[in-house]
């Protein structure tokens, strides 16, 4: 079983509706990440978050230590946001990140 | 502010080469870590430097190895290429010790083929 598990593996929208990923962990973590990866590579970090909830524009992340829980939540979603999203946490013993396999999104007009 | 930069982007080796690749982190970063992504395995962590000293490894073999320089920035070096090492390498850098606190900035990453 990995160590860090992401749902779903895909997901297709519409434009303009509520996106929700999900991030279970089963290893202790000093932070959770949450990364943006385009076609053709390039990554950017999103959030990095420890606890309770970031908002950055039309997006939303929280996190549940107990319960070793994160989701990220796209509101309104665009064409734009196509792309994959990837759930990463900082391992607290070993000092490592430990990436999840990405879900994979696509946004349609 | 100019952005974590890896040379070269693109690049295609034979089976049994060494690679070197590099990174320049984002001025004023002195924590550069390394990355492989490949589609059977996704994202997994090769090693992070800061200062010069490498401060955690994962788990690749001694073919994988890498240095940072006083200007914070690093190679990665991978010698007896294999055809499993094809793959997408990334580098990030953040300002201090890659720790849970520290957010880290990626690269475009440099895409590896070997043949």
């Known amino acids: 079983k990995n160590e860090v598990e992401q749902s779903p593996q895909n997901l297709t929208a519409q434009e303009g509706e509520f996106i929700t990923i999900n991030c279970s962990y089963s290893?202790?973590?000093?932070?959770l990440h949450w990364l943006q990866q385009h076609p053709g590579g390039g990554i950017v970090s999103l959030f990095m978050?420890?606890?309770g909830k970031k908002k950055h524009g039309r997006l939303i992340a929280t996190i549940n230590i107990q319960e070793k829980h994160s989701s990220l939540h796209i509101t309104a979603s665009h064409p734009r946001d196509s792309a994959v999203y990837i759930c990463?946490?900082?391992?607290?013993?070993?000092?490592?990140?430990?990436f999840g396999t990405g879900t994979r999104l696509q946004v349609f007009p | 502010k100019a952005g974590v930069t890896q040379t070269p982007r693109y690049l295609i080796k034979t089976r049994g080469q060494q690679v070197t690749l590099s990174c320049s982190p984002i001025s004023g970063h002195r924590s550069v870590s390394w990355y492989q992504q490949t589609p059977g395995q996704g994202l997994q962590f090769l090693f992070e430097?800061?200062?010069?000293?490498?401060?955690n490894k994962g788990n690749f073999p001694g073919r994988f190895s890498g240095r940072q320089f006083s200007n914070s920035r690093s190679e990665m070096n991978v010698s007896t290429l294999e055809l499993g090492d094809s793959a997408l390498y990334l580098c990030?850098?953040?300002?201090?010790?890659?720790?849970?606190?520290?957010?880290?900035?990626f690269g475009d990453g440099t895409r590896l083929s070997i043949l």
């Open positions: 990030a850098s953040s300002l201090g010790p890659a720790q849970g606190h520290q957010p880290q900035h």
């Open positions: 290893v202790g973590i000093s932070a």
């Open positions: 978050l420890s606890s």
């Open positions: 430097y800061f200062s010069e000293t490498q401060r």
């Open positions: 990463a946490v900082r391992s607290y013993n070993t000092d490592k990140l430990i």
